[in-house]
């Protein structure tokens, strides 16, 4: 088993070009946001275009704990969904591009079915992931026993 430190969300997630931060989020108050475009059409669908860079204070632990120095999201005005993403990586000149796909309400919530990270260096694919998520169902009931310390800490 391998424990992640609670500060190390720049790693992979599970060996893929998603990294922690990416799948758990990042605090937004350590970001600086500002409209780069407040009107995007994205492939037919209007979206506003973020800029967010780390705030000068937080800067270097932001930077450490995402691997990001700055980040654009194009997000859907519709639903607010963030459907495309690049992330300028500190380490390694790379650059990350996300993607999400087959937007569904399941049980009454809108959500990507399919996720892709696409890792580029010097303008050229590097390697990529998709994410497809399948049989998903929110709020379903949670029993007490599933969080005794022995579960959590063998993710049983």
């Known amino acids: 088993m391998k424990r992640i430190a609670p500060g190390d969300k720049s790693s992979a997630f599970m060996g893929s070009d998603f990294s922690y931060s990416d799948i758990n989020g990042m605090e937004i108050k350590d970001w600086d946001y500002k409209f780069a475009k407040e009107n995007f059409d ?3 669908v209007e979206t ?17 704990e995402t691997g990001y120095s700055k980040i654009l999201i194009w997000v859907r005005k519709d ?5 495309k993403a690049k992330y300028w990586v500190t380490k390694g000149k790379k650059i990350k ?14 959500t990507p079915l399919k996720m892709t990270m696409v890792t ?7 390697h990529s992931t998709v994410l497809v998520v399948s049989n998903l169902q ?3 009931p949670v ?3 599933y969080f005794t310390p022995r579960r959590m800490e063998q993710g049983l």
């Open 97 to 110: 591009y996300f993607k999400a796909q087959e937007i569904k309400k399941i049980d009454g919530i809108l």
């Open 143 to 145: 029993q007490d026993h």
């Open 42 to 44: 994205l492939n037919g």
């Open 120 to 126: 580029m260096v010097k303008g050229k694919v590097s």
């Open 48 to 64: 506003w275009v973020i800029s967010g860079r780390p705030k000068a204070e937080a800067r270097k632990r932001v930077e450490e």
């Open 138 to 140: 929110y709020n379903l």
């Open 79 to 83: 639903n607010f969904i963030a459907v």
